[in-house]
């Protein structure tokens, strides 16, 4: 486990950028949007680009060598959607109107863009969603917010460990992917906490304790690998099942919530390009770490 520190440093590095998303949104004068729609676009366009080309192929060659060629493969299918369905879990637990995965109307993104007028109190839009943009309801919006990234960083963290501590180059990949992943994460905890308190230091607060929700995912991921495994290496069955998991976990995210977030934030060609921009950069850093 010699690269236990530089898995631990790339961990931090993915969840602290929740705090840098509340840094964009509170020491800019403007939220700029298509910046956010570009920059969700290529975060999905980096996740997608790993997921397919780097650790689904990796774990379904480790799964193969050890259990055989069909075995391999089966298992191999069933650690990817079983990531799958793990984030679509973990997404059904939470209620609709908070998830920062569910689009709400564009009537709501335009009062939290601008401060504009929200809709009278108690009005409901097309989708379902509560409009009343009352301190209160913001700071409750903002709360179980910040709780529905906590519980999504968590196997977020523990995956972006056990990646770089087998090996540092996929975990780099998956730690740049998630860090801009959790950038309008960031975001989404700490502009609804703004308005309804105020106060610029409890929403960057909020925001990096919600991103730190990784670092301790690696830390139990840590504990259990000194209990059960006395420090030595992870076996290779285990990684390639967690790389198959990682992965469909990663594309779940992508299609889920970057891509819709995207398109509903930006203009014109904004997400495809961003899209593009992620796989072309992901792509050129794997050549390169060869």
Known sequence: MENVWMAFGLTFFAGITTGLGSLFAFFSKRTNYRFLAVATGFSAGVMLFISFVELYPEASATLEEIYGETRGQWLNA???FGGMLLIGVIDALIPAAENPHEM????ERAAVRTGAEAPEPGAKGSDGHD???SPLKLMRLGMFTALAVTIHNFPEGLATFMAALHEPKTG???????????I????????????ASGSRRQAIVYSLLSGLAEPVGAAVAYVVLLLFLGGRAMPPQVMGATFALVAGIMVYISLDELLPSSRAYGKGHDSI???VAGMLMMCISLLLLK
């Not at 780099?172 to 959790?182: D, T």
């Not at 309008?184 to 308005?195: D, M």
Request: hydrophobic share 60%; aromatic share 8%; proline share 6%.
């Open 172 to 182: 780099l990949a998956i730690a740049i992917a998630v860090a801009l992943h959790n």
């Open 273 to 275: 390009l961003g899209l």
């Open 104 to 107: 709400h109307s564009a009537a």
């Open 131 to 133: 409009h009343q943009h």
């Open 184 to 195: 309008p994460e960031g975001i989404s905890v700490a502009v609804p906490i703004y308005f």
């Open 78 to 80: 069933l650690g990817f």
